[in-house]
Each structure stands twice: as structure tokens, then as C-alpha cells.
């Protein structure tokens, strides 16, 4: 088939790229080279030179109608993002995420195109807080938990009940309490794409990524996942900075995974119309990250746990993945040892600036930190 992938010159679009190359599709990628993930401009060397690359934004029209040319699949990987960031460049991540997705679903509704199949990116974020346990309560969903609580060094997640809550695996079917305007974005990107796929009998389907790593992330991007931060900060023998206690934990998944579920969505037509997480199922805290990375590069460098807080940061947030094993027969093949070892080996090959206190000092600028 003829396959458009939207941002296929990023972190996750390239490895699929390569993926449906080998599988003989023929790849057209759409990609404005966003200066924050592409700091000198130029295509990245990694991009496969078999597939067709357009120079183009997502926010025009024109650009869009050239890229879907004969295209009988589409996936939509261009984003902006950054929860921090998203905070004070509120009008840019509005414009690219709902405003890019607007623009590529208007020209799919209202010019002559091939397109039989969309499978859009969602995130983790749009969840907010994930699922938890109350010993009293039950199964409840957490909320943003209370500045004043955040102040006392009261991390933990507290039932209406006043109980603490353990956090359990996050379904699909979870209540999405968005906190930053970048989980926003993400969410009313996926409601709209699904609303016109119904509409218009455009097979559908959305991946709620949670946190993906991965050769090619951009290491010099302080907004971007947590583990290229604190790799970044180990390379140049910068110590790892933690917020809050560092046992708040995240759901790590390596690239490939991600790529291999993006294939089963095209192929499977159980993913039609469908809601999918995509994520390892396993919870890791921060600290045990930041000091697996630095036992991997063989480095003696602690983490500094800060026992400050960001504004919007949750708590816990990790996949129930039972529903994409179920129904496309979904499972991850890397474990997160594995994952960073493959990241790292690839990270001596690149330079990495660390700007992670240039970053830190906007969000303080902004009053989020």
C-alpha cells in the first residue's frame, strides 16, 4: 500500500517508516522539522532513504493534499510535545495538535482521496491520574492532587475517604481529567479523528502511548521523555534531577513495541473505531530509572532528589494493556533494561546538550516549578 505518515521524520514516525519500508509498502512522510526535535534543520541521517520525503506543515491544507496522493493509509504521528511547555506556548500546541488534525481530517472529508485507514497518536496524559485502589472505597480514579498536600511533601494520592491509594493498571475505559493544555490537545485530537472516522465510515484507530524510549529520541530536547533527560544530564556528568521523592512511578515502552502495535492497528480490523493503551503494563519509579542509567553507563552518579514539586505533574499512570493483547494480540518484546542499553549504545554515536536548567528556569519563569 501507499502509506502516509504524518511527523515520520521524528522518534517514533522514523522507526515506523523503516518498518513499513521492510514490509515493500511505499512511505511517504510529511514532516516540518520542528527546530526543538531537529535543532540544525536538516532531515536526520537516520530517515529511510527509501521513502518520500515533502517538506510541510500539517497546518496547511496544500501540504497535506500533496502528501495524500494515492495514500490508502495514514498515520498521524505530528505533534508538539512537552506537558511543561505546553503551559505558556499554549497557542502553538493548540495550532499543531488540534488545529494539524483539524486541517488533515478536513482534506480527508472534503477532497477525492484514497484513504481507507487513520491510526492517530494519543497519549497517557489526556488519563491525568491514573487508577488506584482504596482499601475502603474500592477502585477509584485519582485526582489532581492539592497544591496545599504538594506543599506539605504529601505526594501520595489521597481517597475522599482520607486514605492513601495504591495505584492499579489504567484501562481505556478510565475518565480522562486532562491537566496540561498538551493532554488536552491530545485528547480532543483523538475524539475529533474518531467522531469523523464514525462519521464518514473511515476505519479509525487511536494508541494512547504511555512513555516511549528509544534510540533517536532527541537527547538535547529537555522536554522531552524523561529517560533521554536524565541520560542526557548522566552523559555529561550531570546529576539526574528528581521532583518530589522520586518514587512516583511511569510505564515505560521501547520504540519498536510502539511500532509493532502501530502495525497491528493497520492490519487488525479489530482496531477499527477502537481505543488501544500501548504501554509495558510494568510501573517503574524515577529513581530506579535515573539509577539504572547511570549503572548502565558504568557512572557513580546519584540522582538528586529535590523534594520539589511541578504543578500539573501526576503521580502514578500505568497501562492495562489486557485490551490490545485481546484483541490484536499486542505484547511487548523489550524489557527497559534491554530498551536503555539499545538507547544508550546508539547515544555515543550523538552528541547531547544538556539544557535541562535553561528549560527548568522556564517553568520556573512561568510559576510552574
Known amino acids: 500500500m501507499k502509506i502516509l505518515v504524518t511527523g515520520g521524520a521524528g522518534f517514533i514516525g522514523s522507526f515506523l517508516v523503516d518498518e513499513l519500508v521492510r514490509q515493500k509498502h511505499s512511505v511517504v512522510v510529511l514532516d516540518n522539522l520542528e527546530p526543538q526535535v531537529h535543532p540544525d534543520g536538516q532531515m536526520p541521517n537516520y530517515l529511510n532513504q527509501r521513502a518520500k520525503f515533502i517538506y510541510g506543515d500539517v497546518r496547511k491544507s496544500s501540504d497535506i493534499q500533496k502528501a495524500l496522493v494515492g495514500v490508502e493509509v495514514v498515520f498521524h504521528l505530528a505533534a508538539m510535545v512537552g506537558v511543561g511547555q505546553s503551559q505558556y506556548q499554549i497557542k502553538k500546541y493548540v495550532e499543531v495538535n488540534i488545529g494539524g488534525t483539524a486541517t488533515l481530517l478536513d482534506v480527508l472529508v472534503n477532497t477525492k482521496n484514497k484513504v481507507k485507514k487513520l491510526i492517530v497518536a494519543g497519549s497517557m496524559s489526556s488519563y491525568g491520574e491514573g487508577m488506584y485502589r482504596c482499601p475502603k472505597c474500592g477502585v477509584v480514579k485519582g485526582e489532581m492532587r492539592p497544591e496545599e498536600n504538594l506543599k506539605k511533601k504529601i505526594w501520595e494520592c489521597i481517597c ?210
Open 160 to 369: 475522599q475517604c482520607g486514605r492513601i491509594l495504591v495505584p492499579v493498571p489504567t484501562p481505556e475505559t478510565a475518565e480522562q481529567k486532562c491537566y496540561s493544555i498538551y493532554a488536552l490537545s491530545k485528547k480532543v485530537q483523538e475524539e475529533m479523528a474518531l467522531v469523523i472516522g464514525r462519521t464518514y465510515s473511515l476505519p479509525t484507530t487511536v494508541l494512547r502511548f504511555f512513555n516511549v524510549y528509544g534510540p533517536r529520541q532527541s537527547l538535547s530536547n529537555p522536554y522531552t521523555g524523561v529517560a533521554a533527560i536524565f541520560m542526557s544530564r548522566i552523559k555529561n556528568d550531570n546529576p539526574p534531577v528528581i521532583f518530589e521523592d522520586g518514587l512516583q512511578t511511569r510505564d515505560f515502552v521501547y520504540v519498536t513495541d510502539v511500532v509493532r502495535a502501530l502495525i497491528l492497528a493497520m492490519k487488525k480490523k479489530a482496531a477499527d473505531y477502537q481505543v488501544f493503551n500501548v504501554g509495558s503494563g510494568q510501573p517503574l519509579t524515577i529513581k530506579e530509572i535515573a539509577r539504572t542509567i547511570a549503572g548502565l553507563y558504568g557512572k557513580d552518579i546519584q540522582p538528586v532528589i529535590t523534594e520539589k514539586y511541578r504543578k500539573g505533574d501526576i503521580r502514578h499512570c500505568y497501562a492495562d494493556i489486557s485490551k490490545i493483547k485481546r484483541q490484536l494480540g499486542f505484547s511487548c518484546e523489550t524489557n527497559f533494561r534491554e530498551g536503555m542499553r539499545k538507547l544508550i549504545a546508539w547515544a555515543k554515536t550523538v552528541k547531547a546538550r544538556d539544557d535541562y536548567e535553561k528549560a527548568h528556569a522556564e517553568l520556573k519563569k512561568y510559576g510552574l516549578a
